[in-house]
């Protein structure tokens, strides 16, 4: 066998062979993550890094929130406009003290 043998190390004398089924992987209503990356501005890293000390989680708790709100924010067909547009608007509007 060679250095790069995936076999190497395993007894194959003393393997057991089952009848039994395998359980299904990931077993039903198991959620499963994935790795994501993604290239944000320097400044949204900064924040994301900040929120989620400030709130004892890891950054990627924040980065699944903001997405799920995203998410939330950018469906539903019923809508003449998506949320994301109009907080987008609302963000625009300057308030009097900024006039």
Known sequence: ????????????ENLTFIDEPVPELPPPGAEVMVVNSSR?????DQWI????DR???????IVREL???GRSAYEGADRAVT??????ALASIRTRDAA
């Open 1 to 12: 066998m060679s250095e790069q043998d995936p076999m190497r190390g395993i007894d194959l």
């Open 40 to 44: 944000i501005p320097v400044e949204l």
């Open 49 to 52: 890094k900040r929120t989620a």
């Open 55 to 61: 709130r004892g989680v890891k950054e990627s708790v």
């Open 67 to 69: 997405l799920e709100l």
């Open 83 to 88: 949320l994301a547009e109009v907080m987008a």
